[in-house]
């Protein structure tokens, strides 16, 4: 069972570049999601989505764009990469009024 | 605004002690509320699941209640040990959007 697969893992950027962090699910789940983690702030909702060709706006979504062709892949793109993108993204997968599964996470530095 | 809030934010304890971590919530038209753990460095991994009509789960030395009315949950956790150090989140579902609390960092000393 891989779960949730997110890559990289690690990832340094130069401020202004461009990058897509992956996402993957393998549980067949409808609702996928990014986050975002800063210290002492819980977990932000960037976008989110229901299922296949349906997105939406979370709490923090400038910056950033998410496309969904299929029910496994949920990419994240960063349009132009800012030093306060610098964080730990999360993605993550479940049914609606399931358990919610996570990716380990990619450590983003925007230098 | 749906808001949700962890106290305590940190929490150190001895070994061997009950300790309760709270969470409270503003909007109670809630679909259910889950409880996770994160190690530093690593992803979320899920305690408890607690649907809105439910009142509390339990999962070996994790209990977890639900009060809806009141906006509020807690994490009871039974004698404590140094291998539940970490941090424990509540989310809270509410329809297509799963809210976070910032967390409580447990620090269970030996």
């Known amino acids: 069972n891989a779960g949730v697969t997110q890559t990289p893992k690690f990832q340094v950027l130069k401020t202004g570049q461009s990058m897509t962090l992956q996402c993957a699910q393998d549980m067949n789940h409808e609702y996928m999601s990014w986050y975002r983690q800063d210290p002492g702030m819980g977990l932000r909702l960037i976008h989110y989505s229901v299922g296949a060709g349906i997105t939406d706006q979370g709490e923090v979504p400038n910056g950033y764009n998410v496309s969904r062709s299929t029910t496994e892949d949920f990419p994240l793109r960063l349009l132009s990469a800012a030093p306060s993108q610098t964080s730990v993204y999360f993605c993550?997968?479940?049914?609606?009024?399931?358990?919610?599964?996570f990716g380990q996470g990619t450590r983003l530095t925007v230098v | 605004k749906q808001e949700v809030t962890q106290i305590p934010a940190a929490l150190s304890v001895p070994e061997g002690e009950n300790l309760v971590l709270n969470c409270s919530f503003t909007d109670s038209a809630i679909y259910n509320l889950q409880w996770f753990r994160q190690d530093p460095g690593k992803g979320l991994t899920s305690l408890l699941l607690i649907q809105s009509s439910q009142r509390e789960q339990t999962s070996g030395r994790l209990n977890a209640s639900l009060d809806k009315s009141s906006g509020r949950s807690t994490l009871y956790i039974a004698a404590s040990q140094p291998g539940d150090s970490a941090t424990y989140l509540c989310?809270?579902?509410?329809?297509?959007?799963?809210?976070f609390g910032a967390g409580t960092i447990l620090r269970v000393k030996s």
């Open positions: 989310a809270v579902e509410y329809g297509n959007k799963l809210v």
């Open positions: 993550a997968s479940r049914l609606r009024g399931g358990e919610a599964f």
